[in-house]
């Protein structure tokens, strides 16, 4: 579980790099955090990475794909996972949930898991 709104991260934001690249970076260290909280596990050479968003409001499908969990998976990457190209990642499902319990504490939940082939 990632605090935070991925949405704060959308490329719609006409953001200056400087601000951009400290939220990719905030999103990154979190994640390296969550995953060491999580107990340091080694998902395997092929992962499969999926995404519940909570927030509390829907973001249209075609932006759930922020560059906050691009940061995520970069964060990730070299200690769950070898690298983030095609051969070592397969995208699982993205899913949103909202509410009022999200509102103020949006959060970001990653699961992965081990892909075979």
């Not at 070898?82 to 999200?102: F, I, L, N």
């Amino acid at each position: 579980m990632i605090a935070g709104d991925p949405n704060r991260c959308s490329w719609n934001q006409r953001l200056h790099w400087r601000t951009r690249a400290a939220r990719h970076a905030a999103w990154k260290a979190n994640a390296w955090a969550a995953w060491r909280a999580a107990g340091s596990p080694w998902v395997g050479e092929r992962v499969r990475i999926s995404f519940v968003i909570r927030r509390g409001r829907l973001i249209d499908p075609d932006n759930l794909a922020s560059g906050a969990t691009k940061s995520i998976i970069d964060g990730l990457k070299g200690c769950a996972f070898p690298d983030d190209d095609a051969a070592h990642v397969v995208m699982g499902e993205w899913r949103q949930e909202s509410g009022k319990a999200y509102r103020l504490f949006p959060e970001v939940e990653v699961w992965l898991e081990a892909a075979e082939g």
